[in-house]
Nanobody, 114 residues
Framework: QVQFVESGGGLVQPGGSLRLSCVAS????????MGWYRQAPGKRRELVAG???????NYLDSVKGRFTISRDNDKNTVYLQMNSLKPEDTASYYC????????WGQGTQVTVSS
């Protein structure tokens, strides 16, 4: 059973930045495609950013140019650097494989508000 532990969320003003981290317990982490997902109240969970094992990245259109996903395979960790945050980025953020598996971490809450 894989475990994901997300951290780094918080309350930030519009235009601010946060860096999320996610540590995965899975062996052979480096071979898995990873992603950051988010879910806002009353909305479906959506894939915000993905990074394949080779390092190629892709993003939801609404976050392109503002968010950057990266990974450190030696630390079994995936990151999400979020800049120029907007109120509509408010959500719980989760990491998982791409496509996602059955197990989810507790997530980390990001709230963008003045």
């Amino acid at each position: 059973q894989v475990q994901f532990v997300e951290s780094g969320g918080g309350l930030v003003q519009p235009g601010g930045s946060l860096r999320l981290s996610c540590v995965a317990s899975r062996r052979f982490f480096s071979i898995h495609d990873m992603g950051w997902y988010r879910q806002a109240p009353g909305k479906r969970r959506e894939l915000v950013a993905g990074i394949i094992s080779g390092g190629t990245t892709n993003y939801l259109d609404s976050v392109k140019g503002r968010f950057t996903i990266s990974r450190d395979n030696d630390k079994n960790t995936v990151y999400l650097q979020m800049n120029s945050l907007k109120p509509e980025d408010t959500a719980s953020y989760y990491c998982n494989f791409v496509p996602y598996g059955s197990y989810w971490g507790q997530g980390t809450q990001v709230t963008v508000s003045s």
